[in-house]
């Protein structure tokens, strides 16, 4: 796992359409429960398919941290030992800034009726309690408690339960199923997720000798067992990552296959992509987006799996500000996913937000800006928009974006796209061939 010079500012020159292949890694949203939940057992576990970015970077620092011995084979493959766990109390600065953090706790909780971790940070995408993590653990017969921003959950012996979810939630399901894989019975999760990764995580403790049925439905059956042990997994392609190479080929009107993915996890992305007039190709690991010049209007709800994600919102807000005729997209998961609404505008974009949906009138094109990237997937959103501005964009904050995409400049550069990334934007201007804003 690599680390790199903190260069947090992309230069991008707009007007070329994105055009060729693109491989999509490892799930980071599986990604990051599998490899807490990897602790669970003392023998060494090991994980294919990690994508190298900051989120799956910072969680196995904050595991380090405690005694756990992770060795990297390569940059996406590790072996993890969990059987040196010194303490049970997770502190380090980085790991506020990940909302995953929270696993930690139904991994240490679920092996050892013992965790402390700081309250989970994440992007700033909405109020993102936590409540249903508490009602999962307290149900398993933990006492859970927040005290000076640590999260602590503690039980003499956890005990199976029948938990109903009050909103379909991804974290609480992984976070129950965590901490009821060895709890003694026979666990029930009502109204559960059904993302892939949601399924990914309870494949992979499956595979680690737990006895989890139903995931990917909205009824998860947990028989709990003494013990875990060793297994090896890959990590299920990110879904989100596809998408967002889907939509660059609609946002710059170019033509992208997109390769190592599993298109059934796609559908609702692909409908949209069909919907605003891009044809979609599926083969067995790949789908091809090609555009045809227009984007059509059309009007999006985010919903859970397998509704259209919450995290493909800022991208079809991107096409949509480039659609010809008004579309509007309702946010129904988050209460603040339209931050790049006000960036985008900047950029010539009519978008109006009302409560959690945005009207968004299309415009003939967009212009290069200033602007910075709000969270992950708005960051990312915003970084297509200036693919297809006419003019350079410069954008700030480009962390965000590494939080969650590998390579992703390099990505787009390889797709035709003029991107650099840098830490000195003047010198760099000054420099390059890139027209001034
Ligand atoms: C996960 O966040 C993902 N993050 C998010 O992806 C994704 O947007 C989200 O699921 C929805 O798919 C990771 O997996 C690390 P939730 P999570 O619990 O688990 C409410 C990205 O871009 N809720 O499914 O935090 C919550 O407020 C990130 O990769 C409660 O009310 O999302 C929200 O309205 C951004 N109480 C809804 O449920 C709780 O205890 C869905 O949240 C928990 C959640």
Redesign the pocket.
């Known amino acids: 796992m690599s680390s790199r010079a903190e260069k947090d500012h992309y230069i991008i020159n707009g007007g070329n359409p994105l055009s060729g292949e693109v491989v999509i890694g490892g799930a ?2 599986a990604a ?2 599998i490899i807490a939940a990897s602790i669970m057992t003392d023998e060494t576990v090991t994980i294919e398919n990690i994508p190298d970015v900051r ?1 799956t970077n910072v969680m196995m620092e904050a595991m380090e941290g405690i005694g756990v011995k992770i060795k990297r084979v390569d940059r996406h493959t590790i072996e993890v030992n969990g059987s040196c766990v010194e303490n049970v109390n997770i502190d380090t600065e980085n790991i506020r800034k ?3 953090s929270y696993y930690l706790l139904g991994a240490l909780l679920g092996k050892y009726c013992h965790a402390e971790v700081p309250l ?1 940070g ?2 700033d ?11 999962g653990f307290k149900a398993l017969g933990a006492k859970v408690t927040i005290e000076r921003g640590i999260m602590k959950a503690t039980a003499e012996k956890l005990n199976a339960a029948h938990i109903y979810m ?9 976070n129950v199923m965590l901490a009821a894989v060895m709890a003694e019975g026979r666990t029930i999760i009502e109204n559960a ?1 059904k ?1 892939p ?1 949601v399924v990914d995580v309870a494949n992979f403790l499956n595979s680690m000798g737990a006895n989890i049925k139903g995931a990917g439905t909205d009824v998860i059956r947990i028989r709990g067992v003494s013990r875990l042990h060793a297994c090896t997994y890959s990590v299920i392609p990110d879904q ?1 990552e596809a998408g967002t190479f889907m939509f660059a080929a609609a946002i710059t009107r170019g033509d992208i296959l997109v390769k190592n993915v599993i298109p059934k996890h796609l559908e609702s992305i692909s409908a949209k992509l069909e919907e605003i007039g891009c044809d979609v190709e599926e083969f067995d690991d790949a789908v091809r987006v090609t555009a045809n010049g227009i984007i059509e209007a059309t009007h999006i709800k985010t919903l ?2 397998p509704g259209y ?3 493909m919102q800022p991208q079809a807000g991107v096409a949509l500000a480039l659609a010809k005729g008004v579309s509007t997209i309702t946010e129904s ?3 603040n996913r339209f931050r790049y609404v006000d960036e985008l505008t900047r950029m010539g974009a009519h978008i109006r937000v009302e409560g959690n949906t945005a009207i968004i009138d299309g415009t003939d094109g967009l212009t290069g800006a200033h602007i910075s990237a709000p ?3 708005a960051g990312a959103a915003l970084a297509l928009a200036a693919l297809a501005a006419d003019g350079t964009t410069i954008i700030d904050d480009v962390r965000f974006i590494e939080r ?1 995409y590998e390579d992703f400049d390099q990505k787009i550069r390889d797709l035709g796209g003029d991107i650099i990334k840098t830490d000195d934007v003047k010198q760099e201007i000054k420099r390059s061939k890139f027209r001034v804003v």
């Open positions: 980071k949203n990051l429960a989120d990940i909302r995953a989970p994440g992007c995408i909405g109020s993102r309690p936590i409540d249903q993590h508490v009602k009050d909103v379909v939630t991804v974290g609480a399901t992984i997720a993302e990764h989100i859970p799996y994600p919450t995290d998961i988050f209460e969270d992950l997937r969650g």
